[in-house]
């Protein structure tokens, strides 16, 4: 089992910056792949980063160029950058890992900008 905590969001203008991070714990060593995912009200959750522990990073495209992703493999933890924010990334943002014991999800933790 792996524990993820989020922290980090909170209320943004338009064009404000943001970073989550994500704290993995329990079997929390054979960790894979460790990303982030997003809903927003109304809408199925969809796919925004993800990061392997290796360090190859993939992104949406609608939050290329404005988002980074980046991990710390010692600590277990992700983080997600967001710069130049807007309001359509408003959502609850989930942590994501997937790990040789399943695929584990955060609490959630809300990220809300207005314009």
């Known amino acids: 089992q792996v524990q993820l905590v989020e922290s980090g969001g909170g209320l943004v203008q338009f064009g404000g910056s943001l970073r989550l991070s994500c704290a993995a714990s329990g079997s929390a060593y054979s960790i894979d792949v460790m990303g982030w995912y997003r809903q927003a009200p109304g809408k199925q959750r969809e796919f925004v980063a993800r990061i392997t522990g290796g360090g190859s990073t993939m992104y949406r495209d609608s939050v290329k160029g404005r988002f980074t992703i980046s991990r710390d493999n010692a600590k277990n933890m992700v983080y997600l950058q967001m710069n130049n924010l807007k309001p359509e990334d408003t959502a609850v943002y989930y942590c994501?890992?997937?790990?040789?014991?399943?695929?584990?999800w955060g609490q959630g933790t809300q990220v809300t900008v207005s314009s």
């Open positions: 994501n890992v997937v790990s040789p014991g399943g695929t584990f």
